[in-house]
């Protein structure tokens, strides 16, 4: 199953099956940065070749097993792991979920099923990285919003309201000082409508003439 192509990382100690998955990479369509064959390794190439995505032998040789590498490289590099293993026991599946791999195939395998899982692997983490975005962009868009919280004192006559230093100020200068809202004036169907109406009560009291009267 051939799709996005990738840089990928193999990281397996038998060297024959190494080199099969590198073949298989290849034939898929992906580029192999580089194959290591214990943790230590691993966590070189990572840091210094920046793969897409990485091939993780569960049983490495070395003090440090292909779980704990995974665990590493998730943290540490945020890169999507696939295990590659040849036990399927519970004790050894429990324990692989703790480093959260995007995918889990067991030995032997064949080129379709690799590429299946290489495909869905990179969607997730295509798809969290999205995620982690919007998150990024929706708490710094929030961070800018300031919001007026508790009781605001406001005078009935004249409609001031008071700050937190205790002057007197007009809404409008308020609201900019402490919001990021933009104002703008008008008038409301109410102050049009009573506008109008002491406009033709003026026209009517012949005070709303334009300049004096001509001389009869």
């Not at 998955?21 to 214990?38: F, I, K, M, P, R």
């Not at 966590?43 to 995974?70: K, Q």
């Not at 995620?131 to 300031?146: G, I, P, S, T």
Request: proline fraction near 5%.
């Amino acid at each position: 199953m051939k799709g996005t192509p990738a840089r990928i990382l193999v990281v397996e100690d038998e060297q024959i099956v190494a080199m099969d998955l590198e073949q298989c990479c290849h034939d898929l369509g992906h580029t192999v940065v580089g194959s290591a064959s214990t943790a230590d390794e691993a966590l070189v190439f990572v840091r210094e070749h920046d793969p897409e995505l990485v091939l993780m032998d569960i049983n490495l040789r070395g003090s440090i097993t292909g779980i704990d590498a995974a665990a590493t490289i998730r943290e540490r590099f945020h890169k999507p792991v696939i295990f590659i293993t040849a036990y399927d026991d519970e004790a050894t599946v429990l324990k692989a979920r703790v480093a959260e791999p995007y995918g889990y195939l067991l030995k032997p395998f064949d080129g379709r099923e690799l590429g299946a899982a290489i495909q869905m692997a990179l969607y997730r983490h295509e798809m969290e990285l999205e995620r982690d975005r919007l998150k990024r962009e929706l708490e710094a868009a929030l961070a800018e919003v300031k919001t007026l919280r508790g009781l605001l004192p406001i005078c009935a006559q004249c409609k001031k309201v008071r700050d937190d230093n205790g002057y007197w100020q007009r809404i409008e200068s308020y609201l900019q000082a402490n919001t990021q809202v933009r104002l703008t004036h008008g008038f409301c169907p109410d102050c049009h409508a009573a506008i109008m109406r002491d406009l033709d009560r003026m026209m009517a009291d012949g005070q709303g003439d334009l300049g004096p009267k001509p001389p009869s």
